[in-house]
């Protein structure tokens, strides 16, 4: 012991006692004779560390041994390497590395702050030190564990999205210079919209909670799990193969379901899907098997029973996943430099045949003119880069409303649009940029999308509503949704798919369920609007049945350009 301790030991009566005193807070002090290498330590100090007999820390050497070789400083350099010379005063050191210490034949790690001064002969050489070694092991875990917090989902206390997927980048390279395998769950709380909207955000929140904890309580020791989304987690899976994946994902799944979860509004089962898939077989960077598990993820939630799904490769698939790729990586090209351009279809009042407003549609602007935007949106809906068009799109119809004044337009968003906040503030910024611009624009959602999350699409189609936006439903028939739908949305305007508009004069089906739908509409209080009107029969039978509006190349195609200024009457179309 030092000098200085043993004095001060002395000065109190408490030289028996130091010892028990030093053990109590994790402390055990040295005095090592670098010359002959021995060390001279305090009372019990090897049952302060952990280590089994003193003679396995009497000399320099065999306290080096403790070390673990995995240290990223080496104690002796650290100690002795600084280009320092003693005073007489000896020089000051300070460092903490980790000890490897069994008990019990397991073999831990633990970690040290060594804090002392070594003491120069008639050379400058260390010939003695003398220090304090204290225990910091709970120290580092406990900042360790603030440091993870930090970069932490604040409502669950999982990893954030960056985090987790560095911890998959890390896992999947471990598995490669192992030549073993991992593993990524997608998991993804179906209808919290409508949770939301029935119970409030607290209760949403609550449920999420519960989802995570119980999926936790099934994760093997070393997985971790992170939040990806608004909706969806992430576990990765180390030292995982394809059987195991299959078994973890059923322990997940089982744990959900198998009772409702408690919050303060009473007892909410939670719907989950989950895709999973392994690496590096069938991904070899951590973007591929997330893009792998999500496709399984999806698969999942297609099919009626739900639950969970596990990638396999499938020719079929792969192709259009090639296809959508590619696709995909040109639309993101044309939008970065500005290829992107709007067409402009009149919709016409049946009353008159005057356009009552313009759909805006999309194109993509090519070497051989421009091209219709309709073949990249479901490989970009596919690959979750939809928003950027729709972005764009508002960006454009903005412009548009503000050089013309007294023009209406109408845009068509994605299902993944309508959950987009970024979308949603872009809005806001313009319609304060440009006042009076929102009163003249449409949104149309498509059916499909709609009831695909109908509380989430309501939610929307009210929040649009209120900045004055009038909304649509597209493509009304492909899905077979029922007013009672359509009166929970509240939309103002639906449109007729074009599919019955095109048959209408030699199907009776098709014809008999137009009717019902105009008939209906004035009930439950939204306007129609007849697709693809290709022909002035067609437009002839649809005036008669009620329609309000109509849209389609009879009454013109969609063209480039701005609208002329004031949109004439249509040539005589008599109906």
């Not at 300070?94 to 070594?118: A, F, H, K, M």
């Not at 092991?137 to 560095?166: C, F, N």
């Not at 008939?519 to 693809?532: K, M, N, R």
Request: charged letters at 25%; a negative charge.
């Amino acid at each position: 012991m030092t000098e200085f301790t043993a004095a001060l030991a002395s000065a109190h009566g408490l030289t028996q006692r130091l010892p028990v005193l030093l053990s109590a807070f994790g402390e055990a002090v040295y005095a090592w004779n670098i010359v002959d290498d021995a060390i001279e330590w305090s009372s019990g100090a090897h049952a302060v560390l952990g280590v089994q007999s003193p003679e396995l820390m009497a000399t320099g050497a065999a306290y080096a041994q403790l070390v673990d070789p995995d240290a990223m400083v080496a104690r002796h350099s650290a100690i002795f390497g600084a280009a320092l010379a003693d005073s007489g005063e000896g020089v000051r050191y300070e460092i903490v590395y980790p000890l490897r210490v069994s008990q019990g034949g397991i073999s831990r790690r633990i970690w040290v702050e060594d804090i002392g001064r070594w003491f120069g002969g008639p050379g400058g050489k260390p010939i003695r030190a003398e220090g304090i070694l204290r225990l910091v092991t709970e120290r580092l875990e406990a900042e360790q564990r603030r440091a993870v917090l930090s970069r932490a989902d604040p409502l669950t206390g999982t990893l954030d999205r960056t985090r987790i997927l560095e911890v998959l980048d890390d896992i999947l390279s471990e598995a490669k210079r192992i030549q073993g395998s991992c593993g990524l769950v997608f998991v993804s709380i179906e209808g919290l919209g409508a949770i939301n909207d029935a119970y409030g955000i607290e209760v949403s929140d609550q449920l999420i909670e519960g989802v995570v904890k119980r999926v936790r309580s099934r994760m093997r020791s070393g997985d971790a799990i992170g939040r990806y989304s608004t909706t969806s987690f992430v576990v990765v899976l180390a030292n995982c193969k394809a059987g195991d994946l299959e078994v973890a994902m059923r322990r997940y799944l089982d744990a959900v379901r198998e009772a409702p979860v408690e919050t303060t509004s009473g007892s909410i089962s939670a719907q989950v899907v989950l895709g999973g898939a392994t690496a590096p077989r069938y991904a070899r960077t951590a973007g591929e098997l997330m893009m792998r598990a999500r496709e399984a993820m999806i698969e999942a939630r297609g099919r009626r029973s739900g639950g969970c799904c596990v990638y396999v490769p499938n020719p079929e698939r792969e192709e259009r996943r090639r296809l959508d790729f590619t696709l995909t990586q040109d639309l993101i090209t044309a939008l970065n430099e500005r290829r992107l351009s709007l067409a402009f279809q009149p919709v016409v009042r049946a009353v008159d045949q005057e356009a009552a407003w313009y759909e805006a549609l999309a194109r993509i602007e090519t070497p051989n003119g421009a091209e219709s935007i309709q073949r990249y949106i479901q490989p970009a809906e596919r690959l979750g880069v939809i928003s950027m068009l729709d972005l764009r799109v508002l960006e454009l119809a903005f412009t548009v409303l503000d050089q013309r004044h007294d023009l209406r337009i109408a845009i068509n968003v994605s299902a993944q649009t309508i959950e987009d906040p970024e979308w949603r503030t872009l809005l806001a910024s313009l319609s304060v940029l440009i006042p009076g611009a929102a009163e003249r624009l449409m949104i149309e959602i498509t059916e499909t999308a709609a009831i695909d999350d109908l509380l989430q699409s309501a939610t929307f189609v009210r929040e649009m509503q209120q900045s004055g936006i009038r909304m649509a439903i597209d493509d009304f028939g492909a899905g077979q949704t029922s007013f009672r739908v359509m009166r929970q949305l509240g939309v103002d305007l639906v449109k007729i798919d074009g599919g019955f508009v095109r048959d209408l004069l030699s199907s009776t089906d098709d014809r008999a369920f137009i009717k019902a739908i105009i008939g209906l509409a004035g009930d439950v209080g939204f306007e129609t609007v007849a697709e693809c009107v290709d022909d002035a029969d067609i437009a002839r039978e649809l005036i008669a049945l009620g329609i309000d509006y109509l849209q389609g190349n009879y009454f013109g195609e969609a063209l480039m350009g701005l609208p002329v200024k004031e949109a004439p009457r249509l040539q005589a179309r008599s109906a």
